[in-house]
C-alpha cells in the first residue's frame, strides 16, 4: 500500500526566506504527483502537478521537483513571504489504483513580517 | 466559472441521525472522490466514482454511503453507523487516468461537520 510521507511537519521561518518541504513515498509506480495549499478551514488550492515522466514543474516563486526512483519529491518556495504561511499537502496518483490520490500529513509554514 | 460547489459549510447532527453533504461539479469530470480530514492530519478517502452509476469504498467508507446518479453531483450521507463523524469533508474531482493526460484534481471548499 502507498505511504506518503511529509517532513517536517511543521516550519517556522521569516519573510525572505528560501525553503524547501520534503515529500516521500513507497511506491514508485506513479502516474503522477500533486501539490496542495490549504488555508485553515479552506478546501485545497492546486499548486503544481508533475507527471511521472517530468522531473520538475514550476510555477511562479514554487518549483516541485520529482525523483520516480528514489521516491522524493520537493517543492522549493523562494523569497517566502508571509502571504505563503498555509499547510502543504503532497499527494501522489498510482497507476493500478483507481484514481485515488494518497496525501501525505501535510507541512504546516508559518512565514514571519 | 468552473469549479466544486460543496454545502452547505457547516453542518451540525443530532446522535443517531442520517446527514447528507453535497457535492456538485461542472468540470466535465469523470472521477469524484470524498475524502475526510481530521484536525492535523491528512486527507483520508471515504469514496470514490469513476463513472455515473458505479463507485468503490476507500479506506474509510463505514459508516458511509454515496451515489452517482449524474456526472455532475456525488453525494456523501454519514448514516448514524459512523461513531465519530465530526470532521471536515472535502470533495474533489479529476478527469481519470487515461482521458487525458492532465489528470490535476480539483477540491471544493469542504464541509465541516459536527455532532451535537
Known amino acids: 500500500k502507498q505511504e506518503v510521507t511529509q517532513i517536517p511537519a511543521a516550519l517556522s521561518v521569516p519573510e525572505g526566506e528560501n525553503l524547501v518541504l520534503n515529500c516521500s513515498f513507497t511506491d514508485s509506480a506513479i502516474y503522477n504527483l500533486q501539490w496542495f495549499r490549504q488555508d485553515p478551514g479552506k478546501g485545497l488550492t492546486s499548486l503544481l502537478l508533475i507527471q511521472s515522466s517530468q522531473r520538475e514543474q514550476t510555477s511562479g516563486r514554487l518549483n516541485a521537483s520529482l525523483d520516480k526512483s528514489s521516491g522524493r519529491s520537493t517543492l522549493y518556495i523562494a523569497a517566502s513571504q508571509p502571504g505563503d504561511s498555509a499547510t502543504y499537502l503532497c499527494?501522489?496518483?498510482?497507476?493500478?489504483?483507481?484514481?485515488?490520490?494518497?496525501f501525505g500529513g501535510g507541512t504546516r509554514l508559518m512565514v514571519k513580517p | 466559472d468552473g469549479g466544486i460547489t460543496q454545502s452547505p459549510k457547516y453542518l451540525f447532527r443530532k446522535e443517531g441521525q442520517n446527514v447528507t453533504l453535497s457535492c456538485e461539479q461542472n468540470l466535465n469530470h469523470d472521477a469524484m472522490y470524498w475524502y475526510r480530514q481530521d484536525p492535523g492530519q491528512g486527507l483520508r478517502l471515504i469514496y470514490y466514482s469513476q463513472i455515473v452509476n458505479d463507485f468503490q469504498k476507500g479506506d474509510i467508507a463505514e459508516g458511509y454511503s454515496v451515489s452517482r446518479e449524474k456526472k455532475e453531483s456525488f453525494p456523501l450521507t454519514v448514516t448514524s453507523a459512523q461513531k465519530n463523524p465530526t470532521a471536515f469533508y472535502l470533495c474533489a474531482s479529476s478527469i481519470p487516468i487515461g482521458q487525458g493526460a492532465r489528470t490535476e484534481a480539483f477540491f471544493g471548499q469542504g464541509t465541516r461537520l459536527t455532532v451535537v
Open positions: 499527494a501522489v496518483r498510482l497507476y493500478n489504483a483507481g484514481n485515488m490520490l494518497t
